[in-house]
């Protein structure tokens, strides 16, 4: 069943882009965000494949097809997305609608301060397993009750009119739901 897939989680670590512990601590937030959701999480390592950047899509389908059930890919190769306009697209993460894969990239979210990094790898990494779990967006801002943005937010229009998340909405965000996202959950993933 989709909810006994969900709730075993694969952090896949492509490479060496964190440390285990780092890793460790990573799947430590996660399953206090999921809650019971998540029953268990294992710590997978692959080989990097060695480029420098990948098309989201390829990565979250190799995942898939390669290790298999719900997966966390953490790379530290840019994540590219070619489909959406004549550009490259740099993404800082991307969940799959195929799958049940998502991936998030080391690379454009690095700071100076190797504990921002690490939390924003964290928050994006909260975001795209939300998607995961099928919580969609939200536009403009959204607190939960820790009284930061819930993970799902992703800020308002950029100056390009498109809407999209920067480092500083990221940075915004906690590493809790907010009530409206934790419904959705409660309902969609209700255990029988
Ligand atoms: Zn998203
Ligand atoms: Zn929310």
């Known amino acids: 069943m989709e909810q006994t897939l969900l709730s075993r989680l694969k952090l896949v670590r492509i490479g060496r882009p964190i ?8 799947g430590a937030h996660i399953r206090e965000a999921f809650a019971s959701l998540l029953q268990s999480i294992k710590m997978v390592d692959l080989e990097p494949p060695g480029v420098d950047r990948i098309e989201a899509d390829l990565l979250t389908q190799a995942l898939d097809h390669h290790v298999g059930g719900h997966i966390l890919g953490i790379t530290d190769a840019d994540l ?6 004549d550009s490259f697209q ?8 195929r799958n049940h894969v998502a991936v998030v990239s080391t690379r454009r979210i ?15 990494a909260l975001h795209e397993l939300g998607h995961n779990f099928g919580l ?11 009284g930061a943005y819930c993970p799902m937010t ?7 009119g498109e809407r999209s998340y920067t480092r500083s909405v990221i940075d915004a965000r906690g590493f809790r739901f907010c009530d409206g996202c934790h419904g959705f959950l409660r309902l969609a993933h209700k255990s029988s």
């Open 110 to 124: 690095a700071s100076p301060d190797a504990t921002r990094s690490i939390t924003r790898l964290l928050k994006v």
């Open 90 to 97: 740099y993404m800082f993460g991307c969940k799959d609608n």
């Open 80 to 85: 590219l997305d070619s489909s959406t306009s």
């Open 19 to 26: 440390s285990r512990p780092e890793l460790a601590a990573m």
């Open 154 to 160: 992703k800020g308002d229009y950029n100056r390009h």
């Open 136 to 146: 969609t967006h939200h536009y403009g801002y959204v607190s939960a009750p820790d």
